[in-house]
């Protein structure tokens, strides 16, 4: 569980296999459908029901009977055939909208608009187990939905006393949905307010076009401002809105969110909030330029909040903001659990004083579900408002997180934006794999980071504790974007930070690294667990100019075990003259700062072989009395530490 602490599978609760497709037996009990106030009309004026000659729909009568008649028959097509205005406005409302029940039909909005709805929800049966609030409250698998505007939506709760136990869904076009929906838009303004469920009564999905959806959505469009104001859900962990869906089970496909999205308590989606499960697919969606999202207390993302499944070419180019200390703002996604991202774009803005992710806020692995996420770029610039909390930047992903003894890959992504924050990874903040296989490979940074703390091209810090078990490789990976760390207490490397219990294979630094602590080309901290085969790097090289207060290398500043073979650095590696004497003791190295055994927590074993540098090794600090071509300092203590050199040579000038 990531420290946000909404990253859950709560609404899997809903038990949603148990809802029926038959309407007959779908267990609503709503009264009347309808606009309050107005007459039913006795035969619409034009059409007969058929695919070729719809029913017309252009009156508030005509809808009223639209709405008695949808439920009784399927396969009857309707069309509006003019614009519908239930009320004359919203801030005084008088005709509450009851939703159209258990939906069979085909309905074609003609691009025309049904304006100002509301509704007001006073009551709950104890005999149903969820109520579902939209335009329609229910809409088959056998339904089709088409070309239609809604303008202006408020949906109020004033429910006292739930005695039973009922689910709560909401959608402007649809409660839910397992229809086919295609070229619908939400525009104006919508406003879910008073939302402060009474004990018994669970807000589990809310979105701009439909609460729940089990069909297709698709070349849909939320334009509107959309407000869900109260303390949501007291009774349940894991619930927010999504400008096209609250819950998905099926497929988004080309929708778009254009509009602004706010959630006062619970997480903010541009499209939706969560994905239900592996066969949830949201495609070629994005949250367009212009758009925002806003969570005031929890997390918020340009496309989805907890999701699994498939995202595939979608895009995020509006801002997000999340607006508490500590959480999560994502460009794509704030937590993925199972399945793929492939191809999606990060090149909007994120705000927020906690963590900010340009793909994935938090990748967490369990069992033996899979992750994979490919092909994804960020082109953002991320920059925290606030660096006083420990929280990170990341380009792509955020934290990686493994459990169980499935496969997590992060294969050709790219960050091109420039980062700053306290912690930065220009591809992954921190890995922390237990059982799994972790495999991150040509992935590259180009973009600047600047850090207070510590910093690395590809992951800051990778299995940072002991009891790894997992297999974790960083391969084929480089870094060509200026990394400057303004702290001293940290780690700061041009592919990684620390690494423990993980290789780091043929990748390379080609970015100027600047740092007041120490610094290497390619790992600041090797081996501080493990023993000299669980942490590595291999056939890595160095071309960057490296300078440090402390030690700096053009491979691995701190060597605590493990094994260095066949790298090289052609970097020219400097210790800073800027230093006090808090510094003495300083170490520079071509390959290895300082080499630091003593078996504590680890194995006191370090092996560096066939090395060599051929770099400049410039000692501008008075203090660093510690320099050599290979390693600038080694030291051992403790029975069995092992320091192994061999093949290696220095030509360059020292």
Not at 155 to 160: G, P, R
Not at 387 to 416: E, H, L, P, Q, R
């Amino acid at each position: 569980m990531p420290e946000d602490g909404t990253e859950g599978s709560g609404t899997e609760d809903q038990d949603t296999d148990k809802i029926p497709e038959n309407p007959e037996d779908d267990g609503q009990s709503m009264s009347a459908c309808g606009l309050a106030g107005h007459e039913v009309a006795q035969e619409f004026a034009k059409g007969s029901g058929t695919q070729e000659d719809p029913y017309q729909i252009g009156t508030i009568e005509e809808l009223n009977l639209f709405s008695q008649e949808a439920s009784k028959s399927s396969s009857k097509y309707y069309e509006l055939s003019s614009n519908i205005r239930l009320n004359e406005n919203l801030e005084n409302p008088v005709n509450s909208w009851t939703p159209i029940e258990n939906f069979r039909g085909h309905l074609d909005g003609g691009s025309h608009r049904i304006e100002n709805l509301y509704i007001r929800l006073e009551t709950v049966d104890i005999n149903i187990y969820r109520r579902d609030i939209g335009l329609f409250s229910y809409a088959s698998s056998s339904a089709s939905i088409s070309n239609l505007i809604v303008d202006n939506a408020l949906f109020e709760l004033d429910v006292k006393e739930v005695t039973g136990s009922a689910d709560l869904t909401m959608g402007v076009l649809a409660g839910r949905s397992y229809a086919s929906i295609d070229n619908c838009t939400v525009s104006g303004n919508v406003t879910m307010r008073n939302l402060n469920p009474v004990q018994g009564m669970n807000i589990t999905a809310m979105g701009g076009i439909v609460g729940f959806n089990g069909g297709t959505v698709s070349n849909s469009t939320m334009k509107a401002v959309m407000e869900c104001s109260g303390e949501i859900n007291t009774n349940y962990a894991n619930t927010g809105i999504g400008g096209i869906a609250g819950t998905n089970r099926d497929t988004l496909e080309y929708c778009v969110n254009s509009g602004q999205v706010m959630m006062e308590q619970g997480g903010a989606a541009g499209i939706v909030y969560y994905m239900y499960d592996e066969t949830s697919v949201v495609q070629s969606c994005r949250n367009d330029e212009g758009a925002s999202v806003t969570s005031l207390t929890g997390i918020a993302a340009g496309i989805t909040i907890l999701g699994k499944g498939k995202i595939a070419d979608c895009r995020n180019a509006g801002t997000v903001k999340a607006g508490a200390e500590n959480k999560t703002a994502a460009g794509i996604a704030g937590s993925f659990s199972e399945g793929i991202i492939s191809q999606c774009i990060n090149e909007g803005i994120l705000e927020g004083t906690g963590k900010l992710a340009g793909i994935v806020g938090y990748a967490g692995q369990s069992g033996t579900d899979g992750i994979t996420i490919t092909g994804c770029e960020n082109n953002g610039d991320l920059v925290t408002g606030d660096t006083t909390w420990n929280g990170y930047v990341s380009g792509i992903v955020g934290d990686i997180s493994c459990s169980g003894t499935g496969t997590v890959k992060i294969s050709a992504c790219s960050n091109k934006g420039r980062l700053s924050g306290n912690h930065v990874g220009g591809i992954i903040q921190s890995i922390s794999n237990k059982k799994a296989e972790v495999l991150v490979s040509e992935c590259y940074n180009e973009g600047t980071i600047e850090a207070v703390e510590g910093a690395a091209g590809i992951a800051w810090k990778v299995n940072s504790g002991s009891e790894q078990q997992g297999s974790t490789v960083l391969r084929g990976c480089y870094n060509l974007g200026e990394i400057t760390v303004s702290g001293e207490s940290s780690y700061t490397g041009g592919i990684a930070g620390s690494v423990d219990y993980a290789g780091v294979e043929q990748c390379y630094n080609a970015g100027r690294i600047k740092s007041n602590g120490s610094a290497a080309g390619i790992v600041d901290l090797l081996g501080f667990y493990g023993d000299a085969m669980s942490a590595r790097i291999e056939k890595c090289f160095n071309l960057g100019e490296v300078s440090a207060r402390r030690e700096a290398a053009g491979i691995v500043a701190d060597l605590n075990g493990g094994t260095v073979s066949a790298c090289y650095n052609m970097g020219k590696i400097i210790s800073d003259k800027e230093v006090d004497s808090s510094h003495a003791g300083q170490a520079v190295g071509g390959i290895a700062g300082k080499c630091s055994l003593t078996g504590t927590s680890n194995a006191g074993e370090a092996v560096v072989e066939n090395c060599f540098n051929c770099g400049v090794i410039a000692v501008e600090n008075e203090q660093a009395n510690y320099a050599g071509g290979i390693i600038g300092d080694a030291f051992a203590s403790g029975e069995g530490t092992t320091l192994t050199l061999k093949h290696c040579y220095h030509v360059g000038k020292l």
